[in-house]
């Protein structure tokens, strides 16, 4: 297998074929981040196509000195910020003082981390919950953004960040207790 | 963070750690019609390819120059011959009708067909790998009977490998020659021309689609070329330095100073009423962002192998040629100095390398055309207008949207002939 580096030399020269070698190879856990960060497929593959461009532009500008998965990785990020604040509609940012209200109203009820709701399942929570909750908590739970950095990225404030990551928990945990009492159910009766 | 929270990310952390989807097939025709580029690049990127390609096609060359002079050197161990051979004193005959050509090994003291009648004397004859060249008749004719002789075959002994004779026999008549390791050969060609040179080129580069000033480099060089009467092929080693003009281009802010923010006011009660008191920080201030540039000087060296074909003219002690083909560039090592600002008042926003770099190999079409004057029976000057054509882009292709730059300059240095 060609190593990345040459690999990014040849695409570095306009080499097309080179370039379809990394795509080949970096296309499905690319697709895997989009996914994440989108509604639905059409929009991941969207955010795909279009990251894709940029990586192909930008190629040059790459110098070895962190990882090129990661690079390319912020680039398909940085390009659904875009998509986001492109489809940016009115949305209404809970603040977090309300957050704390609500938050002392609720009895800590952990999840099981092997909880039995499969990927195809939880795919589908992360891709139908509000765009802002989806946006900050993926950046925050997948990508380690601190709230400052999701405020920057996505210019909103620091409190709307957390508002937002509290909002998408209760969101998930909403959505998935379902499954849960549906598993243990089946196993008391099975 | 609750641990309720910590973990929810952990399980949805779980579930996507290593998530992946294949992407259909048309998103990469999607990409592919928004990009530009080639399709080749894999051989052209490649230096060990590279270097094969021009290896094999030098011992090719070399091999078949190698065949050419042989060719013109007729096997000195060979006899030919069309028909009635015939040899030996005691006038038997042979006779064949087929040209057919003997290796000497076959020639031996031992295995005989012809005997001789004496047998204290040397005796010879055509082994049994030619049976067809004995025949079981007696010698009708006497006319179709030759007895040649060489050199001092007054002790009949028919030269042997280690005499390296070239026996021919014509049509009709038996017209041996004998080409020895000292004599002429006939229908001699001209030996192909070993000169060897050493050079040095100046050259221009030029952007044709880009506002980029002209960048210079120079060149040392070694060529050997192998000169067949009017034509030659001519490769070498070349060393390539550049020194391209980069600079980096920046924002920054410059830092004025500092003020106190008052983050709280209070109020203290006293005789003499309600004193405020102001709880300050110091805060840094920059000035608005300016805009700068950092020149610095990106050095390159390549290494170069040409393959070029030519034609040349001599007249007297002058001669002109006109050559061409591709030369092959391997980057050896280069230099891009990263900005250094040391300025600590200075808060950088950007940073940003403006310069197209070179790319780490590259191929370009060679033509050049110029004269030679000899200063010596085996010393000339050589005098020579260069021009490069970039095949493939010379620079990171990101930066630039030439992509066929090329150069101009002047090749000038000694040639030997050996």
Same mark, same amino acid.
């Given at each position: 297998?060609?190593?990345?580096?040459? #690999?990014? &030399?040849?695409?570095?020269?306009? !080499?097309?074929?080179?370039? $379809? %070698?990394?795509?080949?190879?970096?296309?499905?856990?690319?697709?895997?981040?989009?996914?994440?960060?989108?509604?639905?497929?059409?929009?991941?593959?969207?955010?795909?196509?279009?990251?894709?461009?940029?990586?192909?532009?930008?190629?040059?500008?790459?110098?070895?000195?962190?990882?090129?998965?990661?690079?390319?990785?912020?680039?398909?990020?940085?390009?659904?910020?875009?998509?986001?604040?492109?489809?940016?509609?009115?949305?209404?940012?809970?603040? #977090?003082? &309300?957050?704390?209200?609500?938050? !002392?109203?609720?009895?800590? $009820? %952990?999840?099981?981390?092997?909880?039995?709701?499969?990927?195809?399942?939880?795919?589908?929570?992360?891709?139908?919950?509000?765009?802002?909750?989806?946006?900050?908590?993926?950046?925050?739970?997948?990508?380690?953004?601190?709230?400052?950095?999701?405020?920057?990225?996505?210019?909103?404030?620091?409190?709307?960040?957390?508002?937002?990551?509290?909002?998408?928990?209760?969101?998930?945990?909403?959505?998935?207790?379902?499954?849960?009492?549906?598993?243990?159910?089946?196993?008391?009766?099975? | 963070?609750?641990?309720?929270?910590?973990?929810?990310?952990?399980?949805?952390?779980?579930?996507?750690?290593?998530?992946?989807?294949?992407?259909?097939?048309?998103?990469?025709?999607?990409?592919?019609?928004?990009?530009?580029?080639?399709?080749?690049?894999?051989?052209?990127?490649?230096?060990?390819?590279?270097?094969?390609?021009?290896?094999?096609?030098?011992?090719?060359?070399?091999?078949?120059?190698?065949?050419?002079?042989?060719?013109?050197?007729?096997?000195?161990?060979?006899?030919?011959?069309?028909?009635?051979?015939?040899?030996?004193?005691?006038?038997?005959?042979?006779?064949?009708?087929?040209?057919?050509?003997?290796?000497?090994?076959?020639?031996?003291?031992?295995?005989?067909?012809?005997?001789?009648?004496?047998?204290?004397?040397?005796?010879?004859?055509?082994?049994?790998?030619?049976?067809?060249?004995?025949?079981?008749?007696?010698?009708?004719?006497?006319?179709?009977?030759?007895?040649?002789?060489?050199?001092?075959?007054?002790?009949?002994?028919?030269?042997?490998?280690?005499?390296?004779?070239?026996?021919?026999?014509?049509?009709?008549?038996?017209?041996?020659?004998?080409?020895?390791?000292?004599?002429?050969?006939?229908?001699?060609?001209?030996?192909?021309?070993?000169?060897?040179?050493?050079?040095?080129?100046?050259?221009?580069?030029?952007?044709?689609?880009?506002?980029?000033?002209?960048?210079?480099?120079?060149?040392?060089?070694?060529?050997?070329?192998?000169?067949?009467?009017?034509?030659?092929?001519?490769?070498?080693?070349?060393?390539?330095?550049?020194?391209?003009?980069?600079?980096?281009?920046?924002?920054?802010?410059?830092?004025?100073?500092?003020?106190?923010?008052?983050?709280?006011?209070?109020?203290?009660?006293?005789?003499?009423?309600?004193?405020?008191?102001?709880?300050?920080?110091?805060?840094?201030?920059?000035?608005?962002?300016?805009?700068?540039?950092?020149?610095?000087?990106?050095?390159?060296?390549?290494?170069?192998?040409?393959?070029?074909?030519?034609?040349?003219?001599?007249?007297?002690?002058?001669?002109?040629?006109?050559?061409?083909?591709?030369?092959?560039?391997?980057?050896?090592?280069?230099?891009?100095?990263?900005?250094?600002?040391?300025?600590?008042?200075?808060?950088?926003?950007?940073?940003?390398?403006?310069?197209?770099?070179?790319?780490?190999?590259?191929?370009?079409?060679?033509?050049?055309?110029?004269?030679?004057?000899?200063?010596?029976?085996?010393?000339?000057?050589?005098?020579?207008?260069?021009?490069?054509?970039?095949?493939?882009?010379?620079?990171?292709?990101?930066?630039?949207?030439?992509?066929?730059?090329?150069?101009?300059?002047?090749?000038?240095?000694?040639?030997?002939?050996?």
């Amino acid at each position: 297998m060609v190593s990345d580096q040459k #690999i990014i &030399e040849a695409c570095g020269k306009g !080499s097309r074929k080179a370039f $379809r %070698e990394l795509y080949r190879k970096y296309a499905p856990v690319l697709l895997g981040i989009c996914t994440r960060y989108s509604n639905d497929i059409n929009e991941a593959e969207d955010i795909l196509q279009e990251g894709f461009i940029k990586i192909y532009n930008k190629i040059g500008s790459f110098r070895s000195e962190g990882s090129f998965e990661g690079w390319m990785k912020r680039i398909m990020i940085n390009t659904a910020i875009n998509h986001y604040h492109k489809n940016l509609k009115h949305q209404r940012y809970v603040e #977090i003082s &309300e957050i704390h209200e609500q938050l !002392s109203n609720e009895k800590d $009820r %952990e999840i099981d981390p092997e909880l039995p709701v499969n990927k195809e399942i939880i795919l589908a929570i992360v891709q139908n919950m509000p765009e802002g909750y989806r946006f900050v908590f993926n950046m925050f739970v997948f990508e380690g953004y601190s709230h400052a950095e999701i405020a920057d990225k996505l210019g909103v404030s620091v409190n709307t960040s957390k508002t937002q990551l509290f909002k998408a928990r209760q969101y998930l945990r909403k959505k998935i207790q379902p499954y849960i009492k549906e598993s243990v159910q089946n196993n008391i009766n099975g | 963070m609750n641990r309720d929270s910590k973990h929810m990310d952990e399980v949805f952390r779980n579930r996507f750690q290593s998530f992946e989807a294949q992407p259909p097939e048309y998103i990469w025709d999607r990409i592919k019609a928004n990009i530009p580029g080639n399709n080749s690049g894999t051989l052209f990127s490649n230096p060990v390819s590279l270097a094969s390609i021009a290896a094999i096609i030098l011992i090719a060359l070399m091999l078949g120059i190698n065949t050419i002079k042989q060719e013109n050197i007729q096997p000195a161990n060979s006899i030919q011959k069309n028909q009635n051979i015939a040899t030996s004193q005691d006038n038997t005959a042979y006779q064949n009708t087929n040209p057919v050509t003997i290796p000497a090994q076959s020639i031996n003291t031992t295995d005989i067909s012809l005997q001789n009648e004496n047998p204290a004397g040397p005796q010879t004859g055509f082994g049994k790998s030619f049976p067809s060249l004995v025949s079981e008749e007696k010698p009708s004719a006497r006319e179709n009977i030759r007895v040649f002789t060489m050199g001092n075959l007054s002790s009949r002994k028919i030269l042997a490998e280690n005499d390296k004779p070239n026996i021919h026999a014509d049509n009709q008549n038996l017209k041996p020659t004998y080409n020895s390791l000292s004599g002429n050969i006939q229908n001699y060609r001209a030996r192909p021309e070993l000169v060897m040179g050493v050079h040095f080129s100046p050259e221009v580069m030029f952007y044709p689609e880009d506002n980029i000033n002209n960048q210079n480099s120079y060149r040392f060089d070694l060529s050997a070329a192998l000169h067949f009467s009017d034509f030659f092929v001519e490769t070498g080693l070349g060393l390539n330095f550049s020194k391209d003009q980069g600079g980096y281009s920046y924002d920054y802010q410059k830092y004025l100073g500092t003020y106190d923010d008052v983050y709280e006011v209070t109020f203290d009660s006293t005789e003499n009423g309600v004193i405020p008191t102001y709880h300050t920080s110091p805060e840094d201030v920059y000035d608005s962002v300016s805009e700068s540039y950092h020149p610095t000087k990106n050095k390159y060296t390549y290494l170069e192998i040409p393959l070029l074909i030519g034609f040349k003219k001599d007249y007297k002690r002058i001669s002109w040629f006109v050559k061409g083909g591709p030369s092959f560039a391997f980057l050896v090592h280069k230099n891009i100095p990263e900005v250094n600002i040391t300025d600590q008042d200075i808060l950088l926003a950007l940073n940003e390398n403006k310069q197209p770099q070179r790319v780490s190999s590259n191929v370009q079409f060679v033509l050049g055309a110029g004269i030679n004057y000899r200063i010596h029976k085996r010393v000339s000057l050589s005098f020579e207008p260069v021009f490069r054509y970039y095949l493939t882009s010379a620079y990171e292709r990101s930066y630039i949207r030439s992509k066929h730059t090329y150069s101009a300059g002047v090749r000038a240095g000694l040639l030997f002939n050996f």
